[in-house]
């Protein structure tokens, strides 16, 4: 009896240590959505422009890359100087940008991502009329306890002080209240489930090689 358990147990433990994940990650797939028309100038009034009016955010994996995607109300103006659209990357909700983990966005037709460490790197970028992806390598996400995403759309006069602002986070709630989120991922991004299953199969396992080391004199 003892030698089978002997075979089994070492099974089990690489079995427990296999099936809990090693880089775990929340979920970094996320979308929302933001009111058409609710773009401000400098000092806070509304304006119409709808080069900055966001109206929908949302990130996808593809292979190796996390790509971040921003819909305007009207043309995405990635490759002028006087416009930036910026993806802020939070481990907190309600944060504020200073705090981001990572930061990602374009002007002047080129996109980069920059983390804490304030290392910028250069990146690729696609833009279709309203549309604007910028793809991020995925190990930079690496280790976050949670994502969320504030963004943000800018314009600047180049001889004036006016500017064209407008601003969408992944925690808000969705533009028509009567519709409320299908569920919080949606909005917020959740970690991953814990891997109970793995852990539970591994303290087991632990535990029943201390019971057997410390009663084989007395059993076999």
Not at 2 to 28: T, W
Not at 139 to 146: C, I, M, Q, T
């Amino acid at each position: 009896m003892a030698r089978i358990l002997n075979l089994i147990l070492p099974i089990l433990i690489v079995f427990g240590l296999m099936v809990v994940p090693v880089n775990a990650h929340p979920d970094l797939e996320i979308s929302f959505e933001d009111a058409e028309g609710d773009v401000i100038d400098e000092e806070g009034y509304q304006v119409n422009h709808p080069d900055v009016d966001i109206i929908e955010v949302e990130t996808y994996l593809e292979g190796e890359m996390l790509n971040f995607v921003m819909r305007v109300a009207g043309s995405i103006r990635g490759y002028s100087d006087d416009y930036s659209y910026m993806f802020y990357v939070l481990e907190e909700k309600e944060t504020t940008i200073g705090e981001a983990v990572v930061t990602v966005g374009i002007g002047g037709g080129q996109a980069f991502y920059t983390t804490e460490d304030l290392s910028k790197e250069e990146t690729s970028y696609e833009v279709s009329e309203s549309e604007l992806i910028i793809s991020v390598p995925i190990d930079v996400f690496e280790g976050l306890s949670d994502f969320h995403i504030y963004t943000l759309a800018n314009y600047r006069d180049p001889h004036t002080p006016h500017r064209a602002i407008d601003n969408a986070y992944s925690w808000q709630e969705p533009p028509d209240d009567d519709v409320p989120p299908p569920n919080d991922e949606v909005l917020n991004g959740d970690d991953n489930d814990t891997p109970w299953i793995g852990v539970i199969v591994t303290l087991f396992s632990i535990s029943v090689a201390v019971l057997l080391k410390k009663g084989k004199k007395q059993f076999f």
